[in-house]
């Protein structure tokens, strides 16, 4: 089974900084099967970025995805207003599909 | 424009029974694997079932392995989720999600979801 940890729970800053996200595999994936969503309170998740670091259609690009094997990373590099939200990391591989515990974007 | 509108949810006595829908349209929705997700009140996403487009082959989270069944009605481009012997734990927000592409396993469209209470 593969379980993914996100780091930090809650990352606190500020609009116009950068925001570095951290997704841990419990073991080694292939990083075409790692995949990035956002979730504002209220609403769906949105996709941002899939294998690892491509970026869905009309996602902007201060969204950029990067890693291999266990450490992935989602960095937004100057934060709007409209980011602060949930951050999901998933897992899809082989019929398995596991969700990261997510990482809370807040105004600081 | 794609568009995937979730119905069915309320509130269930823990034991009971209810049966999910989520109309398709903008897509050919034959094509393509469908997913359903759920989300319990403040907390994170859980990735429930999936059926492919052709109904060969479904698979679920051990968590509702043998009291949820999935299924598809493709001449009414419409997915079911069917709901037995729930309990308190399956309350949540669920959502149909399409993948990407036919059968992928990233979700780019997502319905607004439908709330489901397991209470007495």
């Known amino acids: 089974e593969i379980v993914l940890t996100q780091s930090p729970g809650t990352l606190s800053l500020s609009p116009g900084e950068r925001a570095t996200l951290s997704c841990r595999a419990s073991?080694?994936?292939?990083?075409?099967?790692l995949v990035w969503y956002q979730q504002i309170p209220g609403q769906a998740p949105r996709l941002l970025i899939y294998?690892?670091?491509i970026r869905a259609p009309g996602i902007p690009d201060r969204f950029s995805g990067s890693g291999s094997g266990t450490d992935f990373t989602l960095t937004i590099s100057r934060l709007e207003p409209e980011d602060f939200a949930v951050y999901y990391c998933?897992?899809?591989?082989?019929?398995?599909?596991?969700f990261g515990p997510g990482t809370k974007v807040d105004l600081k | 424009q794609v568009q995937l509108v979730e119905s069915g949810g309320g509130v269930v006595q823990p034991g009971g029974s209810l049966r999910l829908s989520c109309a398709a349209s903008?897509?050919?929705?034959?094509?393509?694997?469908m997913h359903w997700v759920r989300q319990a009140p403040g907390k994170g996403l859980e990735w429930v079932t999936f059926?492919?487009?052709?109904?060969?082959?479904?698979q679920y989270a051990d968590s509702v392995k043998g009291r949820f069944t999935i299924s598809r009605d493709n001449s009414k481009n419409t997915l079911y989720l069917h709901m037995n012997s729930l309990r308190a734990e399956d309350t949540a927000v669920y959502y149909c999600?399409?993948?990407?592409?036919?059968?992928?396993?990233?979700?780019?469209?997502w319905g607004q979801g439908t709330l489901v209470t397991v209470s007495s």
């Open positions: 059926i492919r487009y052709d109904e060969s082959k479904s």
């Open positions: 294998g690892a670091s």
């Open positions: 999600a399409k993948p990407t592409y036919s059968t992928s396993g990233h979700f780019e469209h």
């Open positions: 998933q897992y899809h591989g082989s019929s398995i599909f596991t």
């Open positions: 073991q080694s994936v292939s990083g075409s099967y």
């Open positions: 903008g897509f050919t929705f034959r094509s393509y694997d």
